[in-house]
């Protein structure tokens, strides 16, 4: 019988560390992931005839119904690499942990704040980018509408908590986790992150999240470490759903608008941002290169090969 985890360790997702597919094994994993946003959108639709029959409320899917919604898209996924990683275990598969502690030199406190000034930084860096993209849809933006002005309380929970855990679980720790054992890391970390772009489901937020989703498998490489990609993945939404709250600048869709378009201050602004980013990437990179090779445990190992289809 494989062995547990040592009693201490902080895992946040240890139910699934015997769960690291090869690329068919994946893609029946994928598939899992599908159906449950199926049912999601069936239960979506429910709601919309519920209300209209005067059975719920009628606000009641845009102020409550992501609540349930949206982590159900998630659970037939869940179940399936739970399972899977139980059975795993009873053949004395190897344990690869989706959540390590390789934070170097620097320790856990330091790179938390390292890279919650690097996802800041990035966020305004890329706010020029939603300039070139073509005016959102209605759909979508009711859509938006619906995450970042709801009850506040829901949006925190669904945009700050739910969406970290899930979405991280999902494409660095499964997914990513798993490229790893079938080819280079560079690939791993684009394939993942071009998941995550896919699962916003639009243009406008798919592309900023495809590029947030490089740096955040760039981090999971290098440390193992799921907590910090969902700080940092929390940190990205609280500060877009903070600013959707702020009466003043809640109106304005880009902080070029907001600071009068391509100003002195935007530009020194964006300068800034830029050096803070790099100084992030630097130090990062130097004090948690002795935890990068030496982080096996949190990554596919070639034994697995006998997980294939599994």
Not at 225 to 242: D, E, I, P, R
Not at 272 to 293: E, H, N, Q, W
């Amino acid at each position: 019988m494989a062995g547990r985890a040592r009693r201490g360790d902080f895992n946040l997702m240890s139910s699934f560390d015997y769960y690291s597919p090869k690329l068919k094994g994946l893609l029946g994993f994928v598939l899992m992931f599908l159906l449950g946003v199926l049912i999601a959108n069936m239960l979506g639709v429910g709601f919309v005839f519920a209300s209209m029959k005067g059975v719920l409320p009628q606000n009641f899917l845009m102020e409550y119904g992501q609540l349930i919604i949206y982590p159900l898209m998630f659970i037939p996924a869940m179940m399936f690499a739970a399972s899977r990683s139980r059975r795993n275990q009873l053949f004395d598969l190897p344990r690869k942990p989706l959540d390590g502690n390789g934070f170097g030199r620097m320790g856990g406190i330091l790179c938390a704040l390292c890279v919650s000034m690097l996802t800041l930084s990035m966020a305004f860096l890329l706010d020029p980018l939603s300039l070139v993209l073509p005016p959102m849809d209605e759909k979508t933006r009711a859509a938006m509408e619906m995450m970042l002005h709801g009850p506040l309380l829901v949006n925190l929970l669904c945009v700050s908590i739910m969406a970290p855990i899930f979405e991280e679980w999902l494409c660095r720790g499964i997914i990513m986790r798993s490229l790893l054992g079938v080819g280079r890391p560079w690939v791993a970390i684009v394939l993942s992150s071009a998941f995550f772009a896919l699962i916003h489901f639009n243009l406008w937020q798919a592309i900023p999240a495809f590029i947030i989703g490089l740096l955040l498998g760039w981090v999971y490489y290098r440390t193992g470490s799921l907590k910090l990609t969902m700080l940092m993945h929390c940190v990205n939404n609280t500060f877009s759903l903070a600013i959707s709250r702020i009466p003043s600048l809640k109106d304005y869709e880009t902080f070029n608008e907001m600071m009068g378009g391509w100003s002195v201050s935007y530009i020194v602004s964006l300068l800034g941002c830029l050096l803070v980013a790099a100084f992030c990437i630097y130090i990062f990179s130097r004090d948690t290169r002795a935890s990068a090779s030496g982080r096996e445990p949190s990554l596919p190992t070639s034994s697995s090969s006998s997980e294939e289809g599994m």
